[in-house]
């Protein structure tokens, strides 16, 4: 008789023991997680469109990759351009789209003379007027400005910054378009421009 409630007081031992474990590995915090995070992205497309005509040229930025596509422009073009977030096989722009109050996209063209206007519609305009930057035309000035250094695009997404402009900066031999205070990054990729 023994034998069976010392075996009855160990199966309810370890039951409730199971059960507190379990309990506490679900306990979460209050703060909101980041509905997009970094490493749920796997691909930073830009689809560039030569306004002159021409079929759209998609360019593949894949995430933590050691290599840099080369997007080809060619001086003097103008063209239509826009960037798609893939997790996997699942586009993840519309995640985006749906939380625009919380991202915004700064490209940065060190060595590039290229003038960028965002183009997004309302769907990703935010709450303070600034577009997110998921569609935008280049006028290519000049794609390469001095050949012994490399010209770049450098996108970033920031995730919940606590202000932003569309504003443009003088950087370097380039341009920054956007600005921003505050936030996490969500994604960076970088694109060589070539022509």
Same mark, same amino acid.
């Given at each position: 008789? #023994?034998? +069976?409630?010392?075996?009855?007081?160990?199966?309810?031992?370890?039951?409730? $023991?199971?059960?507190?474990? =379990?309990?506490?590995?679900?306990?979460?915090?209050?703060?909101?997680?980041?509905?997009?995070? %970094?490493?749920?992205?796997?691909?930073?497309?830009?689809?560039?469109?030569?306004?002159?005509?021409?079929?759209?040229?998609?360019?593949?930025? %894949?995430?933590? @990759?050691?290599?840099?596509?080369?997007? #080809?422009?060619?001086?003097?073009?103008?063209?239509?351009?826009?960037?798609?977030? #893939?997790?996997?096989?699942?586009?993840?722009? %519309?995640? +985006? +789209?749906?939380? #625009?109050?919380?991202?915004?996209?700064?490209?940065?063209?060190?060595? =590039?003379? +290229? /003038?960028? /206007?965002?183009?997004?519609?309302?769907?990703?305009?935010?709450?303070?007027?600034?577009?997110?930057?998921?569609?935008?035309?280049?006028?290519?000035?000049?794609?390469?400005?001095?050949? @012994?250094?490399?010209? %770049?695009?450098?996108?970033? $997404?920031?995730?919940?910054?606590?202000?932003? =402009?569309?504003?443009?900066?003088?950087?370097?031999?380039?341009?920054?378009?956007?600005?921003?205070?505050?936030?996490?990054?969500?994604?960076?990729?970088?694109?060589?421009?070539?022509?």
């Amino acid at each position: 008789m #023994k034998n +069976i409630f010392k075996n009855t007081t160990l199966i309810l031992g370890l039951l409730f $023991l199971a059960i507190s474990l =379990s309990l506490t590995s679900c306990n979460r915090s209050d703060d909101e997680a980041d509905d997009l995070p %970094q490493e749920e992205l796997s691909d930073v497309l830009l689809r560039v469109t030569d306004a002159a005509g021409g079929a759209p040229v998609v360019y593949d930025y %894949q995430v933590n @990759s050691t290599t840099n596509p080369n997007v #080809k422009l060619i001086n003097g073009h103008t063209y239509n351009v826009e960037v798609i977030f #893939k997790n996997g096989d699942e586009d993840a722009t %519309q995640e +985006i +789209i749906e939380a #625009k109050n919380e991202h915004f996209l700064v490209y940065n063209f060190p060595n =590039s003379d +290229i /003038t960028l /206007t965002r183009t997004d519609d309302a769907g990703s305009t935010r709450g303070d007027g600034n577009r997110v930057g998921l569609k935008t035309k280049w006028v290519v000035n000049t794609a390469v400005k001095n050949a @012994s250094a490399p010209s %770049q695009l450098v996108l970033t $997404l920031f995730h919940e910054p606590v202000t932003v =402009s569309e504003a443009s900066a003088a950087s370097g031999n380039g341009v920054i378009y956007g600005t921003h205070t505050g936030g996490e990054t969500d994604a960076q990729a970088n694109y060589n421009i070539i022509n």
